[in-house]
């Protein structure tokens, strides 16, 4: 299977900031990484695709890089609304798989 | 607008027995391979099975393979996830997830329903 890591797996970051998150792969996975925000008691939601595309919808502060094992997700000015749990997700094969998630609370 | 509305999550003991249903609107049902992706209370998130578009194929997380079964009616736009031989540790909310093909023909989730609750309990 193919590991998925997040680093780091919570960070406090104010209105305004710039907030890198990384996820990293245990093979490589071309450029097959999702990336999903997920507020408290709600679903997930789509992002980022394929490393960099912008789902419809989502904000342009948002976005993903890398390829290969690793990867980042950038929000470029951190917004009230983004205080949120961001999880990785891997499509390269099956078993799909997740990282353990990162949790951006307000500082 | 998509919508994916998860129903027959509850209280079973373990062994037992539940079938949870997915019912989708909004898109051309028979087009889209669909997923269930579940999460343990206070965890992360875990695939648990794909169905692909027709229902020819499906798909399985290890720690489900031979007790879960997947399926889906296009008649009733509706997916079926039959989970026999429950374990404490199948307890989590379980959620539809719609699910669009990467280039490697694998998967990623662009819409998700609000979940069904599962607990594993004696």
């Known amino acids: 299977d193919i590991q998925m890591t997040q680093s780091p797996p919570s960070l406090s970051a104010s209105v305004g900031d710039r907030v890198t998150i990384t996820c990293r792969a245990s093979?490589?996975?071309?450029?097959?990484l999702n990336w999903y925000q997920q507020k408290p008691g709600t679903a997930p939601n789509l992002l980022i695709y394929d490393a960099s595309s912008l789902q419809s919808g989502v904000p342009t502060r948002f976005s993903g890089s890398g390829s290969g094992t690793d990867f980042t997700l950038t929000i470029s000015s951190l917004q009230p609304e983004d205080f949120a749990t961001y999880y990785c997700?891997?499509?390269?094969?099956?078993?799909?798989?997740f990282g353990g998630g990162t949790k951006v609370e307000i500082k | 607008e998509v919508q994916l509305l998860e129903s027959g999550g509850g209280l079973v003991q373990p062994g037992g027995s539940l079938r949870l249903s997915c019912a989708a609107s909004g898109f051309t049902f028979s087009s889209y391979a669909m997923s269930w992706v579940r999460q343990a209370p206070g965890k992360g998130l875990e695939w648990v099975s794909t169905i692909s578009g027709s229902g020819g194929s499906t798909y399985y997380a290890d720690s489900v393979k031979g007790r879960f079964t997947l399926s889906r009616d296009i008649s009733k736009n509706t997916m079926y996830l039959q989970m026999n031989s429950l374990r404490l540790e199948d307890t989590a909310l379980y959620y539809c997830a719609k699910a669009e093909s990467s280039s490697s023909g694998w998967y990623y989730f662009d819409f998700w329903g609000q979940g069904t609750l599962v607990t594993v309990s004696s």
């Open positions: 997700q891997q499509s390269h094969r099956s078993p799909l798989t």
């Open positions: 093979q490589s996975i071309s450029w097959l």
